[in-house]
């Protein structure tokens, strides 16, 4: 301790500790990047999933509205969010993307948002995963 | 680098910068292999989850009444990929084959592999880390060309309210018109997603909804037919289909009728028709191989056909309308309803498709056919 005050202390290994200040933060960003890659990618992957099994929920359903609340409820359980909240914050979208009514052979694409933290803020933010599907339930006689 | 060395060697603090900053260019490489494996990583599984949406789109597309159709599940699954696939340089090769099973005999049914590949690199196009990789997905999805899409009732059906919005539905022996009472009902989805359709089914409305229709019409015709009515024919019979459907619950409108849920229990429609031959309702016989049905039911005769399928073993009614058109030889006219009970067009069904036994590679194993005077 009586050496930390002694310039002849500094002289001899001072720059080690100089240069390893400098160095450290610089790892430490690195090294919090790659977890924040890592993290965005498992979410990126849970996402994909998710959007896959709203999208079928919907597809074998009977009508939107069907297909909407069974999405809705799919999201919900997987993000252990309440599903008023995903209605209002609109995480899911879903559009007839060709054909002109809910029937058997149209595409439904189903589009998924969440929100992602990462560690650093210049990863995190909105990621969103499409899939479409053919509909296959008409819903009628 | 000499002078590096000699730097460590005395401990210079540029050194170590100097090494720090190699230190640090290295991480960097080392982040973005990071990212690029994810990137990797995600692509793969999607890549996957593409697949399997082309496969179940080009599978049921290709389902028809009389055979897989391989051109609309082509159509189907190049439209898919073309709107899931943002990527130039993705591709993707589908199989369509006959399954067969342990022996390597047909069982009738398809089987679907989708091949999904992409170059592409993710990173950097042209800079340092440029790598090309290929991503093989493939989905395996079993086609039951027998399964068809069930319908949703709507509520008006169910109860007293149904009797009123049949145009035929009346209980006045004699007022009835065959020409109305016609329903195509089915039973089984793919196995993938059946449980959901039963449940919601179930949920919605509290029953077994196609064993509720046929049972329904079939109390309807007996109730309007011979003296007295038949309604305590019904009782007995408390589920329909195979084991894993569950039985009717009671309910306004079907007095008699067993509950609870499970594998059928006590005598069933299905166990009669099968086992003795019979249609355990009075007035119906078994249609002969030499009579012809689709001119028993021209004469507004209500006839139906009950079909097995040999892999699920589930059990289908038609229920055959008069159609004094020109249809082809062998073939039977069925109508439907919407769900405000108005009759829809005819469809016409390849008779052989119904009535074929054994394997045809159609997924039917037997019919039966009856009708009523």
């Not at chain 2, 990929?81 to 199989?95: G, L, R, V």
């Not at chain 2, 020109?326 to 439907?336: Q, S």
């Not at chain 2, 009970?341 to 008779?351: P, T």
């Amino acid at each position: 301790m009586k050496n930390l005050f002694e310039k002849s202390y500094w002289k001899k290994a001072g720059g080690e500790i100089l240069s390893f200040i400098v160095v450290v933060p610089c790892l430490f960003i690195l090294i919090l990047t790659m977890i924040s890659v890592a993290k965005i990618g498992i979410e990126d992957q849970i996402l994909n999933f998710c959007t896959y099994n709203c999208c079928r929920a919907a597809v074998v359903s009977t009508s939107m509205t069907t297909a909407e609340d069974r999405a809705v409820e799919i999201y919900a359980e997987q993000y252990g969010i309440d599903k008023a909240t995903v209605i209002s914050e609109g995480y899911i979208s879903l559009e007839i993307i060709e054909g002109h009514s809910w029937e058997k052979g149209a595409l439904l694409q189903c589009t998924i948002t969440r929100n992602v933290n990462s560690l650093l803020s210049m990863l995190s933010g909105q990621r969103t995963q499409t899939i479409i599907m053919m509909i296959e339930n008409g819903g009628v006689i | 680098m000499t002078d590096t060395f000699r730097l460590l060697k005395n401990k210079n603090a540029g050194a170590y910068i100097y090494l720090g900053a190699v230190f640090m260019i290295v991480g960097f490489i080392a982040t973005l292999a990071c990212m690029h494996f994810f990137e990797m990583y995600v692509s793969r599984t999607r890549a996957q989850l593409i697949c399997d949406a082309i496969a179940d789109g080009a599978a049921v597309a290709g389902q028809s009444h009389i055979g897989f159709s391989e051109s609309r599940a082509e159509s189907m699954a190049n439209k898919l990929f073309a709107k899931n696939s943002a990527s130039a340089d993705a591709d993707f090769t589908m199989e369509i084959v006959d399954e067969t099973d342990s022996h390597g005999n047909p069982t009738g049914d398809k089987l679907i592999k989708v091949y999904y590949t992409s170059t592409r690199d993710p990173i950097l196009n042209g800079g340092l880390l440029r790598r090309a990789y290929t991503v093989h997905a493939n989905a395996t999805v079993k086609v039951k060309i027998t399964y068809e899409q069930q319908y949703v009732l709507s509520e008006s059906y169910w109860g007293n309210a149904y009797y009123n919005s049949v145009p035929f539905a009346t209980t006045t022996p004699g007022n009835r018109n065959p020409a109305y009472v016609s329903w195509l009902i089915n039973f089984y989805l793919n196995p993938e997603y059946s449980e959901m359709y039963m449940q919601s089914w179930t949920n919605a409305l509290n029953r077994d909804v196609n064993s509720f229709f046929l049972f329904d019409y079939f109390r309807l015709m007996a109730i309007d037919l011979g003296p007295g009515g038949v309604t305590c024919h019904i009782d007995d019979y408390t589920s329909l289909g195979n084991s894993g459907m569950p039985g009717l619950p009671g309910g306004s409108g079907l007095p008699g009728l067993g509950g609870g849920t499970g594998t059928s229990g006590g005598q069933t429609l299905r166990k009669e028709i099968e086992n003795n031959g019979n249609l355990p309702f009075p007035g119906w016989t078994p249609v002969s191989g030499a009579q012809n049905i689709q001119s028993i039911a021209n004469t507004g005769k209500p006839v139906v056909i009950f079909t097995v399928g040999n892999s699920q073993r589930t059990m289908r009614a038609y229920v055959v309308v008069p159609q004094n058109g020109n249809l082809p030889d062998g073939c039977i006219a069925v109508a439907y309803f919407d769900e405000q009970g108005q009759k829809s067009n005819y469809e016409v069904y390849d008779l052989e498709f119904a009535l074929e036994l054994g394997q045809h590679g159609m997924g039917i194993e037997k019919a039966y056919a009856f009708w009523h005077e």
